[in-house]
């Protein structure tokens, strides 16, 4: 892929969780409002980056056979890296998304990049790559949030939106509402692709 293909795949072509199918746990688990699947996104988009980038440098000194569990330990640092920072900056933040900052590590979108991406293509296009996806699955993290924060709460990132009237449809913040968000929104999008002819392919 040439460098503009690249930052512009992980928007549509392979958007995390809705057409790659991966992070869903985090897609489910922490978007209850929008800030946190919006903060979320981020961390995401910072390991997916430099995980991306020390791989792809790494690519041909790292041995076949120990290419997994190489990949895990890079992951693993920038992940402390982020969850030290956090708990320093954000810390409200920190303490909403718990466990799932840690739990990074083993988030299959950023490993499967490594495996598929970083480790086969050059430094540059790598990090492109990390952005592309990462940002995508920010902006995906963001709009299941936004959605549910408005139809259970009736506010977004916090800020009222709705009136004094507006009943809040507190199921939309509930697990069961994550799983109802995430499934519409796939759905929709497939159907959107079907109805352009599109034929998905990973890569």
């Known amino acids: 892929m040439t460098l503009k293909q690249t930052l512009l795949h992980g928007f549509w072509r392979d958007l995390p969780p809705f057409r790659l199918v991966l992070g869903l746990c985090p897609a489910l688990a922490v978007t209850a409002a929008a800030n946190n699947g919006l903060g979320m996104g981020l961390a995401v988009t910072f390991v997916l980056v430099f995980s991306n980038l020390i791989i792809s440098l790494l690519r041909k000194v790292i041995p076949e056979d120990v290419r997994i569990a190489s990949y895990i330990v890079v ?37 499967g990049r490594a495996e598929a991406f970083a480790s086969r293509n050059t430094p540059v296009l790598s990090m492109a790559d990390g952005l592309s996806v990462g940002l995508g699955f920010t902006m995906s993290l963001t709009l299941v949030g936004s959605i549910r924060e408005l139809l259970g709460a009736g506010t977004w990132f916090g800020l009222t939106v709705f009136g004094e009237s507006f009943e809040p449809f507190e199921f939309m913040v509930q697990a069961p509402g994550a799983f109802l968000c995430l499934g519409v929104l796939l759905g929709l999008m497939n159907a959107w692709s079907r109805k352009r002819g599109e034929i998905f392919v990973q890569t």
Do not use: R
């Not at 920038?78 to 799932?100: D, N, R, T």
């Open 75 to 111: 992951i693993a640092t920038l992940v402390v890296i982020v969850e030290l920072a956090m708990k320093a900056f954000f810390f409200p933040l920190s303490q909403q998304l718990g466990i799932y900052i840690p739990l990074i590590v083993v988030n299959c979108v950023i490993l």
